[in-house]
């Protein structure tokens, strides 16, 4: 399956003025959850558009929902628990880069793999991917009032901020900081979930590649975060599905949270 030359939707009343929030998720194609929870925050904006606060309508939003779109089919159909995408390799049978180490940001470091049978497997050049193509070109077009990225993984329950490439600090880490633990408090109190927030170089792991480095360092976006999702552990990428819902309002409180604080 390819993909579109740009697979988002977008919603504004004013695409020239406002500023711009890009929120995608099924980067890893077993991580099924994200695309639940970033269709649930789509519909709850369709639905009531004309209801939605200010802080929510002055903005422009681009939805990616399926950043991976045939490996997700690969995991519904044949293997629950593959990560990549399905790009055929050359001189080996494994299929497959990660898309989260194929942007061109400490490409080919820490945290990634040369292995095209490894699921880090970063692919044979940054940019190699037509899914990382797509979004790169899409958003290069369209940085100017660029200021939020975020993207949606699973699992662990954390709020990440750059950087992932680097233990170097990100220069608006102190605000992102103060955001995050906002969110995660509200979490805590509403759904009785605990989200670490910190950065993802050091509260998850060293990798380079990712498309949140590159978004705050290529793009000047401010307010990026990947989100990882429930659960800790005990399901993993296999939660239940009635999890669905009470993820999906923990993933809503993160967006809401950044557009008021925009």
Same mark, same amino acid.
């Given at each position: 399956?390819?993909?579109l030359?740009?697979?988002?939707?977008?919603?504004?009343?004013?695409?020239?003025?406002? $500023?711009?929030?890009?929120? *995608?998720?099924? $980067?890893?194609?077993?991580?099924?959850?994200?695309?639940?929870?970033v269709?649930?925050?789509?519909?709850?904006?369709? *639905?009531?558009?004309?209801?939605?606060?200010?802080?929510?309508?002055?903005?422009?939003?681009?939805?990616?929902?399926?950043?991976?779109?045939?490996?997700?089919?690969?995991?519904?159909?044949? *293997?629950?628990?593959?990560?990549?995408?399905?790009?055929?390799?050359?001189h080996?049978?494994?299929?497959?880069?990660?898309?989260?180490?194929?942007?061109?940001?400490?490409?080919? $470091?820490?945290?990634?793999?040369?292995?095209?049978?490894? &699921?880090?497997?970063?692919?044979?050049?940054?940019?190699?991917e037509?899914?990382?193509?797509?979004?790169?070109?899409?958003?290069?077009?369209?940085?100017?009032?660029?200021?939020?990225?975020?993207?949606?993984?699973?699992?662990?329950?954390?709020?990440?901020?750059?950087?992932?490439?680097?233990? !170097?600090?990100?220069? &608006?880490?102190?605000?992102?900081?103060?955001?995050g633990?906002?969110?995660?408090?509200?979490?805590?109190?509403?759904?009785?979930?605990?989200?670490?927030?910190?950065?993802?170089?050091?509260?998850?792991?060293?990798?380079?590649?990712?498309? *949140? &480095?590159?978004?705050?360092?290529?793009?000047?976006?401010?307010?990026?975060?990947?989100?990882?999702?429930?659960?800790?552990?005990?399901?993993?990428?296999?939660?239940?599905?009635?999890?669905?819902?009470p993820?999906?309002?923990?993933?809503?409180?993160?967006?809401? !949270?950044? !557009?008021r &604080?925009?």
């Amino acid at each position: 399956m390819g993909v579109l030359a740009y697979p988002q939707l977008s919603i504004t009343e004013n695409p020239e003025e406002y $500023t711009k929030i890009w929120i *995608d998720s099924g $980067t890893h194609a077993r991580e099924w959850i994200t695309t639940s929870t970033v269709t649930f925050i789509l519909n709850r904006f369709m *639905d009531a558009w004309q209801d939605q606060p200010n802080y929510i309508r002055n903005k422009t939003w681009y939805f990616m929902p399926i950043v991976n779109p045939d490996g997700y089919e690969h995991s519904r159909k044949k *293997d629950r628990l593959w990560r990549k995408n399905r790009t055929p390799n050359q001189h080996t049978r494994c299929k497959g880069v990660d898309l989260n180490r194929n942007f061109n940001i400490g490409w080919n $470091t820490q945290g990634s793999s040369a292995n095209p049978c490894r &699921d880090t497997y970063h692919g044979r050049q940054p940019f190699s991917e037509m899914e990382t193509q797509a979004i790169g070109k899409f958003l290069h077009e369209r940085k100017h009032n660029l200021l939020a990225f975020l993207t949606f993984h699973s699992y662990g329950q954390m709020l990440l901020y750059p950087y992932g490439h680097t233990a !170097a600090k990100y220069k &608006d880490a102190s605000m992102l900081q103060r955001v995050g633990d906002e969110v995660a408090r509200y979490i805590r109190k509403t759904m009785g979930k605990k989200y670490q927030v910190g950065s993802r170089h050091k509260l998850l792991y060293p990798a380079g590649g990712g498309a *949140d &480095d590159w978004a705050c360092s290529t793009l000047g976006a401010r307010y990026v975060y990947t989100i990882e999702l429930r659960d800790r552990g005990r399901y993993g990428f296999v939660l239940p599905s009635a999890q669905i819902i009470p993820t999906a309002l923990e993933g809503y409180a993160v967006v809401d !949270a950044v !557009a008021r &604080d925009i």
